[in-house]
Every structure is written in C-alpha cells, then in structure tokens.
C-alpha cells in the first residue's frame, strides 16, 4: 500500500547538543554521528518510495530536526501547530515556507495561544487523530485541533498521557489495525479496538517506529521489536538514531510524512 509520497526532514544543527533531554537517555549527542544517523534515516524514507524535502539546519532552534512537532499535516489540510515547550515555539514559524510547498493557504489552519499542541502528540490512523494531552499539548489546544479537525471530515480523540514525552513516544500505528503499544498505554481504553503487539519494557524507546508504505522503520538495537513487526508480515528496515534518543528523540519526530 502507498500512502504517503512526500516526507520533510530538518538536518540536525550543531546546536543540537543543546536540545532538550529528560536525561532518560544519558549524554550529549555527538553532532557529527547525527548527522551520519541523519543522512541513514533519509535514505531508509527514500527506499520507502517517498521524495524527501531536506531543509537546511536551523541553528536559532537546537530541536528543530525534530520536524514532527511543528506541524501536522494530513490528506485534506495542514495544521501549524503551537509548541508547548517555550525553546522551540519558534519553530511554527520557521516550518511554513515548507507547508506552503505542498498545501495552498486556505489548507493551512493553526494552533494559536492559550492552546499548545505538538505534532509528536498526534497520530493518525485513518480518518482519526488520537492526540495525547501531555505537558506540551494542553487542553485548549487539543479544543482547536478537534475543531479544525471536524471541518475536513476527520474525528479526534483525546488520550490523557501521564508517563511519557508525547503520545507517540509509545504507541504508534503501522495500519492494517496493528497498533505497537508500551507502558501506559497497553491498557488504554481509547485504544482497545486495535490489534495490539505490546513492547516489553526494556525495548520501549522502539515502540516509536514509523509506517511508510508498509516497510516499518526501526531504531537498530531492539531485537524483540524487529522480530515481532516482522512477524506482523511487514517488511523492516533499521536506523541507528543512538544520539537523537539522548533528547528523548524518535523516529517519528525526525520527519513529516505525507
Ligand atoms: N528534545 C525533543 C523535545 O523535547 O521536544
């Protein structure tokens, strides 16, 4: 199945090793090595059939590789998102010139203060959007998400996270109603209607793989994880992403897919 022909990505800058970390995952990252994982990851979307916009380094914003968090962007619109963490606010702005490429500006709707919603708490799973309210996506703007949602035909629906960074640090969609799940969201009612294949604790930072025309993408290093999405019958392929996970970093976050 194709589902998604373009992908946009953000190269790391060097300002990276100043990014935000829970310090879950301990040490700096090595700039020149992310931008080795960087250069992996694009070539693993490409192999996916997808056409990779690769936007230049951005150094007023350490996170900003993070792509995922500033916008949403779905078949029938684009939604510039309000990003709840203050250092990388900034980055709505500098992700439009890149939107507006790919939608017209009557297809770009916003997410505007008080309400804060970032793009790692939102997933997509046909016409509906689960979105985590998390300690940067608030109530007000998961309000404004729904509505904006609503006016082009899809649902929304709120997941309350009390864990984890965002929503898709753990649990993610692969389609085919198979759902990888870890933590607190292996019992989550919002979730019960899934097929669910539960990420043993140990190897929960893979629960943040990507979908992309039905080959999954993988962080390297989680066996258990890549035995059981190719159980699922899916084809794989793994990146090493060893220095974005020192920022709480995933694979989901490092681009955009549509
Ligand atoms: N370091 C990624 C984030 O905290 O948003």
Redesign the pocket.
């Given at each position: 199945m194709r589902k998604f022909s373009h992908a946009i990505v953000r190269r790391p800058c060097r300002a990276l090793t100043e990014?935000?970390?829970s310090g879950l995952y301990p040490g700096k990252p090595d700039y020149q090595l992310a931008l080795v994982q960087h250069d992996a990851y694009i070539e693993a979307l490409k192999k996916c059939g997808v056409k990779v916009d690769i936007l230049p380094a951005d150094e007023w914003y350490p996170?900003s590789c993070?792509v995922e968090?500033p916008a949403v962007l779905t078949g029938r619109c684009a939604v510039i998102t309000n990003p709840g963490?203050a250092s990388?606010n900034g980055e709505k702005d500098e992700i439009l010139a890149a939107v507006r490429k790919y939608y017209p500006d009557e297809r770009i709707e916003r997410i505007t203060f008080p309400g804060t919603l970032?793009g790692?708490d939102v997933m997509m799973a046909g016409d509906t959007f689960y979105v985590g309210r998390s300690a940067?996506t608030n109530e007000e703007g998961i309000r404004q998400f729904a509505e904006i949602l609503g006016r082009y035909g899809y649902q929304c629906v709120e997941v309350p996270l009390e864990e984890v960074?965002h929503l898709k640090t753990g649990v993610n969609y692969l389609e085919n109603n198979n759902l990888l799940v870890s933590g607190e969201f292996t019992d989550k009612p919002e979730f019960a209607s899934f097929r669910k294949t539960v990420i043993p604790e140990e190897e929960a930072y893979a629960a943040n793989c990507i979908w992309v025309n039905d080959t999954v993408i993988i962080p390297e290093g989680y066996p258990e994880v890549l035995a059981a999405v190719q159980a699922l019958g899916y084809e794989t392929i793994t990146v090493d992403t060893s220095e974005f996970r020192k920022?709480?970093?995933g694979l989901s976050?490092l681009s955009l897919r549509f």
């Open positions: 990014g935000i970390s996170d993070f968090d963490a990388r970032e790692g940067r960074l920022l709480d970093g976050c």
